[in-house]
């Protein structure tokens, strides 16, 4: 009995170190509790305190990152350019920025083919560094004039190193329960809103309504939002976990309501679109799948398949990834009341 608890103690020590080095890199890279758009420049600086620690913390995320791409990839290329514009930018961003950098990425990767020199796109409710890196990456395809907006007026600069600098001067757009029009123009060739529906406190009728009507007929509606029915929604039902990202009565920056991508075709439709291209992703660090979760997904697949559940298949191929982004082309006014009458 000696010798068997000589064995097993040092090894039960080594998964003891394990767990409590897996539990510090978790809550290295949760969500600071003000995670977000600033409101300020002091708000910036509040979230930067002690940031050469929190990038010194991030800089391992980019490999769990990398892991999401295909090795050699255009996408991975641009994951690490991504990359490494935060990490030399001033003033510093927070990890929150670290940690949503793949959902940048695969978004500007499906934004790319839809830019065309000189268009005009409208940024609703927009991200600093996040706009920075995506007016760089875009003009790598040809000049775009991305229009920012943000609750406030505030102007900053962000400096990005090697000389980039990128001027942050957001109209001014407060989001509000009845607004039918952001009294932004109405000529925009693109519109975009990048995790920000699911934050909404009420039904987002009049916000679709608002998009549509900064469009020009035919522009173009990119939305991106978390997917409520993901594969990794999935697995945190298993683990006995809640299905949503974040607490729904937390704080401002927390979600509302999450939408399964049938909900949001639905309510893309209906506000004057069609719907030109659904996709999803899988972007956060979290979702990479281990072995376990491979093996796991592969069965649950095969035994769908099986048993001949074809719409099951062709959600789990499709439709499985953590976020889902659509692409819409306006045809036509948003019906405000039809969209108001879509239960979700």
Not at 149 to 164: N, P, Q, S, V, Y
Not at 200 to 217: I, S, T, V
Not at 224 to 232: G, I, L, R
Request: aromatic share 8%.
């Amino acid at each position: 009995m000696s010798r068997l608890t000589d064995t097993l103690a040092p090894a039960w020590q080594k998964l003891q170190a394990a767990i409590a080095n897996r539990s510090a890199d978790g809550a290295a890279t949760q969500a600071p509790a003000r995670a977000g758009v600033p409101t300020s420049l002091d708000d910036t600086c509040d979230m930067n305190e002690q940031a050469g620690d929190r990038i010194a913390s991030t800089k391992s995320s980019l490999g769990s990152l990398a892991r999401l791409f295909r090795p050699w990839s255009s996408g991975r290329q641009r994951l690490t350019r991504m990359y490494d514009m935060l990490a030399s930018c001033t003033p510093t961003p927070p990890p929150y920025e670290f940690q949503h950098l793949a959902r940048w990425a695969k978004t500007i990767e499906h934004l790319e083919p839809l830019a065309r020199p000189g268009e005009r796109w409208l940024d609703v409710a927009s991200d600093p560094w996040c706009a920075g890196i995506t007016s760089a990456e875009l003009a790598r395809v040809g000049p775009v004039d991305l229009i920012p907006t943000g609750f406030m007026r505030e102007e900053f600069t962000l400096e990005f190193g090697a000389g980039r600098t990128y001027r942050y001067q957001p109209a001014e757009l407060l989001i509000t329960k009845g607004m039918l029009d952001f009294n932004l123009g109405n000529d925009f060739d693109l519109v975009m809103s990048l995790e920000m529906i699911e934050h909404l406190k009420f039904h987002p009728a009049g916000f679709l309504a608002g998009m549509n009507n900064a469009l020009r007929p035919g522009g173009s509606l990119v939305i991106t939002t978390p997917n409520v029915a993901s594969w990794a929604t999935i697995d945190r039902i298993l683990e006995g976990a809640t299905p949503h990202l974040t607490p729904q009565y937390g704080g401002d920056a927390h979600h509302r309501k999450e939408y399964t991508v049938w909900e949001m075709s639905q309510l893309v439709e209906a506000a004057g679109f069609k719907v030109a291209k659904v996709t999803t992703f899988d972007c956060y660090a979290s979702d990479y799948r281990t072995l376990p979760r491979k093996l796991h997904y592969a069965g649950t697949l095969a035994w769908q398949g099986a048993t001949l559940q074809a719409k099951r298949v062709r959600n789990m191929l499709l439709q499985f990834g953590s976020t889902m982004l659509i692409h819409a082309v306006k045809t036509g006014p948003c019906d405000v009341e039809r969209v108001a009458r879509i239960a979700v």
